[in-house]
Structure formats: structure tokens, C-alpha cells
Nanobody
Framework: VQLMESGGGLVHPGGSLTLSCVAS????????LGWYRQAPGKQRELVAG???????DYADAVKGRFALTNDNTNNTVHLQMNSLKPEDRAVYYC?????????????????WGQGTQVTVSS
């Protein structure tokens, strides 16, 4: 599985950006799980995750401002980010997972993209 993020950049506070994640390669039993971000000096955190039922869970810090859309046909996931704040500055990563059942045990394999930088500054 290869993941390619795009759409990052520099934006003023209150501005908007749309990130895209395109998954390619062997997607058998794999799916994109959502978006994470990592700010300087901080741990990587979930921003928007696609739950097993198809709903999306959002971090409290982005609820009402960010929206994830999932284009299964094209293996693409978008993250619309509105009302951006300086604290949204981070490298944003897309994550995918493959689950294989081996000997009755489910094994999970996670894949990450290279990330795309989002900077919010006046």
C-alpha cells in the first residue's frame, strides 16, 4: 500500500485547505483509516478517523471545522479544513491498515504516507 498526501501549505488564520490522500498499490484487505497530524515536539494524534461502521470520528479540537470525505471508488480520502487556527499547524498524515487472519489470529499492518505540511500563520 502506498499513500500520497497533498494539499498542504501556508494559510492565514481563518482560512481553509483541502488535503487529499490517494491510496495505491495492493489494496486487498486494506483501507484508509483516516488522518493524523504531528505538531513540532508533540506526538502524532488522530484528527479524523473512519470507524468500522463508516462514520467518522473527529478530534475535539477540530469538530465542526474539519470534514473527512471518502471516495472509495478512487481510493481517495479528503480532509476539508475550515477556520484554521495557528494550533492546527502540523504535518498531516494519512494512514491505512491491512488486516490478515493468520492461524485464527488477526494481524494488522499499518501504512503511512510521507505527510503534508500545514502552516497557519498571519
Amino acid at each position: 500500500v502506498q499513500l500520497m498526501e497533498s494539499g498542504g501549505g501556508l494559510v492565514h488564520p481563518g482560512g481553509s485547505l483541502t488535503l487529499s490522500c490517494v491510496a495505491s498499490g495492493n489494496m486487498f484487505r486494506a483501507k484508509v483509516l483516516g488522518w493524523y497530524r504531528q505538531a513540532p515536539g508533540k506526538q502524532r494524534e488522530l484528527v479524523a478517523g473512519i470507524a468500522s461502521g463508516g462514520t467518522t470520528d473527529y478530534a475535539d479540537a477540530v469538530k465542526g471545522r474539519f470534514a473527512l470525505t471518502n471516495d472509495n471508488t478512487n481510493n481517495t480520502v479528503h480532509l476539508q479544513m475550515n477556520s484554521l487556527k495557528p494550533e492546527d499547524r502540523a504535518v498531516y498524515y494519512c494512514k491505512a491498515r491491512r488486516v490478515r487472519v493468520v492461524g485464527g489470529t488477526a494481524k494488522m499492518y499499518d501504512f503511512w504516507g510521507q505527510g503534508t505540511q500545514v502552516t497557519v500563520s498571519s
